[in-house]
């Protein structure tokens, strides 16, 4: 077993090798708009997990999943030998691609948030104008002669 700190550096070094190599080596067209998010390693540095996303070419149009998954798929090889010469640890990373999860799950948190904005908005409109069922102090006040100490109650 590897040290924990010792995972997270070969971890973040991973992903620099991997983000460069695909920026800057690899001529495959599916994989132009891919981003590395994040990479994880094993404790017995065996196995890496490489994080990506996919955007689209402009705001408006839907990323392609597949075509950035088959990209990276068919690179793998090549990726994982740019990591062995790049790290120079004894035994390489075999490599795994995910797709990151964090930018679609934060967008939902978003669209949740608005909601419960637009929900305490329609609450506050609704509290404006409202009055007290009851007394504006609803809280009984002891009387006069409970406050004296009369005895009654002993």
């Known amino acids: ?10 971890a973040k070094r991973i992903a620099t090798i991997v983000a460069s190599a695909i920026d800057h080596e690899i001529k495959d067209p599916r994989l132009d708009y891919v981003t590395i998010t994040d990479a994880k390693v094993t404790a017995d540095l065996h196995d890496a997990t490489v994080y990506y996303t996919v955007r689209g070419v402009d705001l408006g149009s839907e990323p392609d999943h597949e075509g950035a998954a088959a990209g990276l798929a068919k690179a793998t090889g090549v990726l994982r030998s740019k990591v062995g010469a790049g790290t120079g640890v004894r035994f390489t ?5 995910v797709a990151d999860t964090v930018p679609d799950a934060a967008r939902h948190m978003e669209e949740l948030l608005a909601r419960a904005r637009a929900a305490d908005d329609e609450v506050a409109k609704a509290r404006e104008g ?3 069922a009851g007394e504006e102090d609803p809280y009984r006040e002891p009387r006069a002669d409970d406050a004296a100490g009369t005895g009654e109650d002993d």
């Open 1 to 10: 077993m590897a040290d924990p700190a010792r995972a997270r550096k070969l």
């Open 93 to 97: 990373p075999t490599l795994t691609f």
């Open 130 to 132: 409202a009055r007290h």
